[in-house]
């Protein structure tokens, strides 16, 4: 079975910020191209204008490699300094990065990319295929002990055909590869080629004198203030129209509001409880929004490995009995769609037929009857004589979630289960609810999904052990279908068996799907370029410019 | 007087010792070890196990306790578990004097404000201004820090934008004085207030014990001006015991950064500690935990020297 | 000798066995009379007073249920239906605020009574046997007081999470060193006084000397530090709240009810909904401390009304 886990700590460090990242409504995606297109004319007074771009955030960097990074910020900030074989539009297609094309045989087995030549290096040296032969090896050498080891599991070789040319050949075809595997960063070559696998992870390029293909080149790092990078003038898609990107670390996020309003910072994501003020800021001219789906969604997860919540009726009842519009509009004011099961209409992949399980209190209690539950003296379900009771686990770091719990306490409440509260920060969180420790009974949490759409990490029997499935769900049915659909290459069948596979997930109700929250980026007005999406935020930067 | 400071400085060795122990013990009582965060699931266990010999994790925990603190003499602090292969002195460095600054200039600012005040206060006992003094010097003691800088984000910079929001200087302007003293303003204010209160009673009652002494009456009634007596004699005799003071501020100077540098965004220690703690990033816990308590020894000891200095009556 | 061992020798006098009761009585008259002159103490007095009194009775006196939630009454500014307002859940901030002053002031009195006691005990084996064991115990004092507490309270509540049970324990292991410099203060200039010597030669316990003897007379120092150190735990569990690691939700506390309402958004949109929890900590620490003050101006002898 492959195990693909590498997503693992994006997706929890996702859990916790609902990111900017969501799909491009086509009508902007168009309006943009539009744009770009009387830009043209006015290109130079455009560079002129330069600038910095000062994107906020609230989480420290920790090092710039992607073979050894896990979290956002810095995986965002290798974006701007590396480049990979592929990247993706914002609407999850690839596009061609450091390959100009590629193609592969009709088996999916073998790929070959073809490189785009003159491509230089930060320091001046050429970037050839023995670069790409030399990153792809890193991960599997036996000497390597990062975390990204798995992405790389089913490449069985990496051959240089000539400078410009590389082919792969996997060990069993696999869809995401090209949307995933592809889009690791380069590394170069003439600079860690002589440095001991083992060395890498502390090597001081990732943390001092990083040097990439990408648009910007590592100027500065101000410890616990910014990072500071500068426009690489031999990009190899054009000179960026900015000069600079600064990626300023506001560890309050009251403080990165305030931030926000003066001007001190030029683009953010928005949290959904900043979401109407940053509308207001909208109104006065402070700020541009833009807003959409985001790639992901919240949901009570139970923990199936509880005899309480082996009962697809009593999941389907707890569902029922939690009024997720009202969660919707009081926790999110109205910026999230309810959510019937897994995946996102931000998705290609979604699923918008999956079964309804909608808030009524009576339907709730009488599937519970069905499953043998009646109400004890205390007004508490009790069946054999054990009471329906619970505690709901979430963590400290997300005040949406701590609202969510709360209301889903009440609302259980109503219909005589009893769900106690504990609230965990955030490492104590990670570390209780996963593997392969499991405690707990229910959490409020989410998912986002990454670049790919496959479901298998959170539902394959095979995740129960080490992977994502934390609430232990399987079916059989699902095994199946999840197995079959990364051997697929042909999107549409590919999203039949995704969607057909979330249509039975929704059915079991492993977990109470709340909703799918909306994503909101906010800019300076004056910034164009950026347009809220689910697939890639920064897509472009380097075209993107201050009027 | 350097035999006395002397064999201050020497009391001071087992003092730092035990704080070493202290921390070091509090970090064994975290329950798992610090790989059970910074691994990710899908690394292998052999490689884990290869990881925990190779930092010593598997050894004794006296052998443990003795290498660290063997380390740390030498200005070694080990690694940071989250940020790899950056070491953890080099993120003090970077960081120690951003908080000194900060906390200097609180500390002057706390002076300033509060002796005037507690001196105002103790010359003018029982009236008005000294019940309106003690009230609201009452009042910065009992409102939360993080509170008070909010506001004051919220109402001078936002607001009125008379000054910036947080950081320690405007990104991208050279450097100027002007610029890093606009920065420093508010939050060397906040912090202040916690200690501006404490200070203003203590320089009252020191000022009212050194208005009731012999000389002072003796000045007053020799036709000294009430002016000249209280600022020539008064204060400089009144203020010798608060440099005492000072040392006993330190602890909640250094405890207080930790939500100032939160709230303005100020890269000093108090934030490595709390980012270091949200991560369980042990070795930078330890670090700042042991260079806080060290601050505090120093501040103590240099207190405890100018004492001995400027006190004429203490004989040693 | 110290400042604090000075202080105690003045306090000597007023336990002079034979008139003991008299003097006794009339002290502790004299300190009334000099608590109450006190203006600000005597409001301290009162406003503390109202505030145990209407959490003792929140029960009753709670308008709504502290945690039935009105989600469409999110945010509801202070009127008839909701005196002080709602939260952001709608649930009724008055309820909630006196709900949450029994928990303040439980975390507040219980981490309060226990560094007390262990600072009492230390302070006292210290004071009264002296000597090696002594200075063994300062030093450990020095050590702990060397730690600036937010880190050690960030320290300890991130290893053992923050539940209302090891918020007390934290608090009272690390709140304990002044109390136990104060009495060892008070133990060391009685010990040598000529009653606590001639109950020595009469062969009377080491444990009765400390509790019968020494330690009534140590009692006033002691009590205003307690006071002084309930207004210090309900602002360390708000600062403590505000980095998300005070008293949790759902349980309310006016720690996290302010915490839960510092966001721009809502101080601008809804003011009422942060003023009332910040209003009661700054009224209850305030309280706290007028009392202290004016119970260290009543047990000074050296200050005159």
């Known amino acids: ?547 | 007087m350097t035999t006395y400071i002397v064999r201050r400085i020497l009391m001071a060795i087992p003092l730092l010792f035990l704080i070493t122990i202290i921390s070091f013990a509090m970090m064994q009582m975290a329950p798992g070890d610090p790989t059970a965060l910074m691994m990710d699931p899908m690394i292998k266990k052999e490689n884990l196990e290869a990881y925990k010999e190779a930092n010593g994790l598997n050894d004794n925990v006296m052998v443990q306790y003795f290498r660290w603190l063997g380390n740390m003499v030498q200005g070694d602090f080990g690694y940071s578990l989250i940020r790899q292969g950056v070491p953890v002195s080099e993120l003090l460095l970077a960081r120690l004097p951003n908080t000194l600054l900060l906390m200097g200039v609180s500390s002057v600012i706390a002076f300033l404000i509060s002796i005037p005040l507690g001196v105002i206060s103790a010359t003018k006992r029982n009236s008005l201004t000294d019940y309106s003094i003690t009230f609201v010097s009452f009042l910065g003691i009992a409102t939360p820090n993080f509170w008070i800088g909010l506001m004051l984000i919220m109402f001078t910079s936002v607001h009125m934008g008379w000054f910036p929001t947080g950081g320690v200087s405007t990104l991208g302007s050279p450097f100027s004085l002007w610029d890093r003293l606009h920065h420093l303003i508010l939050p060397a204010f906040v912090l202040a207030t916690a200690d501006m209160a404490g200070l203003t009673r203590y320089s009252r009652s020191s000022m009212l014990e050194v208005l009731r002494q012999d000389y002072i009456r003796t000045a007053k009634a020799n036709g000294f001006k009430n002016k000249t007596v209280i600022f020539k004699h008064g204060l400089r005799n009144g203020l010798i015991p608060i440099i005492t003071i000072l040392g006993l501020m330190l602890p909640s100077f250094i405890g207080g950064s930790v939500i100032v540098e939160s709230i303005f965004a100020w890269p000093g220690i108090g934030l490595l500690f709390i980012d270091g703690a949200f991560q369980r990033d042990y070795p930078v816990i330890m670090a700042v935990v042991v260079i806080a308590a060290t601050l505090v020894v120093i501040g103590n000891l240099l207190a405890d020297v100018l004492y001995a200095i400027f006190d004429p009556r203490i004989e040693y | 000798m110290s400042f604090l061992e000075q202080k105690a020798m003045v306090t000597e006098p007023f336990i002079v066995e034979e008139n003991h009761n008299y003097v006794h009585e009339s002290i502790w008259r004299l300190m009334f009379r000099k608590f109450m002159a006190n203006k600000l103490a005597v409001i301290g007095a009162f406003l503390m007073i109202i505030i145990i009194g209407s959490a003792l009775f929140a029960p009753w006196l709670a308008p709504q249920d502290p945690s039935k939630q009105v989600l469409l009454d999110k945010l509801s500014p202070p009127g008839e239906k909701y005196i002080l307002g709602a939260d952001i859940l709608g649930r009724d901030t008055l309820s909630r605020l006196l709900y949450g002053a029994r928990i303040s002031l439980l975390v507040g009195f219980a981490s309060v009574a226990g560094s007390i006691f262990i600072g009492t005990a230390v302070g006292a084996i210290a004071g009264y046997y002296g000597g090696t064991l002594d200075a063994v115990l300062m030093r450990i004092v020095d050590a702990v007081i060397s730690f600036p507490s937010l880190f050690l309270l960030i320290t300890l509540v991130t290893i053992f999470e923050p539940s209302v049970f090891t918020l007390i324990g934290v608090f009272a292991v690390f709140g304990w060193t002044g109390t136990a410099r104060l009495v060892r203060g008070e133990f060391l200039s009685l010990r040598s006084s000529e009653f606590v010597l001639a109950a020595k030669t009469l062969g009377i316990r080491s444990s009765r000397i400390i509790f019968s003897h020494i330690l009534p007379n140590a009692m006033g120092p002691i009590i205003v530090s307690a006071t002084l150190g309930v207004g210090g735990v309900i602002l360390a569990e708000a600062a403590l709240s505000y980095l998300g690691l005070g008293i949790q939700p759902p349980t309310p506390s006016w720690g996290n009810m302010l915490q839960s309402a510092q966001n721009p958004q809502i101080m601008l949109g809804a003011w009422w909904y942060p003023l009332f929890p910040g209003f009661m900590i700054l009224i209850t620490v305030l309280a706290f401390n007028f009392i202290g003050d004016g119970l260290r101006d009543a047990f000074d002898p050296k200050i005159s009304e």
Not at chain 1, 10 to 31: F, H, N, P, Q, R
Not at chain 1, 79 to 103: H, K, M, Y
Not at chain 1, 140 to 145: G, I, L, P, R
């Open chain 1, 1 to 547: 079975m492959f195990k693909n886990r590498f997503l693992l700590l994006i997706i929890l460090a996702l859990m916790l910020i609902v990111s900017a990242c969501s799909d491009g409504e086509i009508k902007d995606s168009g309006k943009e191209k539009e744009k770009e297109g009387e830009d043209k004319p006015k290109v130079e007074e455009v560079e002129k204008s330069g600038g910095s771009l000062v994107l906020g955030t609230t989480a420290a960097p920790t090092l710039f490699n992607p073979l050894f990074s896990t979290d956002t910020s810095s995986s965002t900030i290798e974006g701007f300094i590396f480049g990979g074989l592929v990247t993706v539009d914002r609407d999850f297609n690839p596009e061609g990065d450091l390959a100009e094309s590629w193609e592969f045989t009709e088996d999916g087995l073998k790929w070959t990319f073809y490189l785009r030549k003159g491509v230089k290096w930060h320091d001046g040296e050429d970037f050839t295929a023995d670069d790409v032969v030399f990153t792809y090896g890193i991960p599997k050498d036996k000497a390597y002990v990062g975390p990204r080891g798995l992405p790389f599991e089913n490449i069985k070789e990496v051959n240089k055909i000539d400078d410009y040319t590389v082919e792969m050949i996997l060990s069993e075809p696999y869809a995401p590869f090209i949307t995933i595997t592809a889009q690791f960063e380069i590394l170069p070559k003439h600079i860690l080629g002589d440095v001991p696998i083992a060395d890498l992870a502390t090597h001081r390029f990732n943390t001092k004198e990083p040097i990439g293909t990408g648009p910007f080149k590592f100027k500065e790092w101000k410890d616990g203030e910014y990072i500071e990078l500068v426009a690489n003038e031999d990009y190899f898609k054009g000179k960026p129209k900015l000069d600079s990107i600064i990626y300023k670390i506001v560890p309050d996020e009251n403080t990165l509001m305030a931030q926000l309003q003066v001007g001190d910072v030029s683009m953010t994501g928005i949290s959904p409880q900043y979401v109407e003020m940053a509308k207001k800021l909208e109104s006065e001219g402070t700020v541009a929004l833009s807003t959409g789906a985001s790639n992901s969604w919240e949901y009570i997860g139970y923990n199936l490995r509880n005899e309480l919540f082996q009962d697809k009726l009593v999941r389907q009842a707890l569902t029922h009995a939690i009024d997720k519009e009202a969660i919707v509009q009081a926790v999110l004011d109205g910026a999230g769609i309810v959510a019937n099961g897994p995946g996102s209409p931000a998705n290609w992949s979604f699923n918008p037929d999956m079964p309804k399980f909608e808030y009524d209190q009576d339907e709730a209690k009488k599937k519970l009857k069905e499953a043998g539950w009646e109400p004890g003296a205390d007004g508490i379900m009790e069946k054999d004589g054990k009471k329906f009771e619970f505690v709901l686990k979430t963590t400290s770091a997300n005040e949406i979630r701590m609202q969510i719990a709360e209301i889903v306490q009440q609302q259980l409440n109503e219909i005589g289960i009893k769900a106690s509260i504990e609230l965990l920060e955030w490492s104590a969180y990670v570390e209780q609810t996963g593997p392969p420790v499991w405690n707990f009974d229910a959490i409020v949490a989410g998912w986002s999904i990454g670049s790919d759409p496959d479901p298998t990490w959170f539902w394959h029997t095979s995740e129960i052990e080490n992977g994502l499935n934390y609430g232990a769900y399987s079916n059989e049915k699902v095994d199946k279908l999840l197995s079959e659909n990364t051997l697929i290459s042909d999107l549409e069948e590919r999203k039949r068996i995704i969607g057909e596979a979330d249509a039975i997930v929704a059915e079991d109700q492993p977990s109470s799907f709340l909703y799918h929250p909306n994503g909101t980026l906010a800019t300076a007005p004056n910034l164009k370029g950026p347009i809220f999406n689910a697939s890639n935020t920064y897509y472009k930067i380097h075209e993107w410019y201050f009027e």
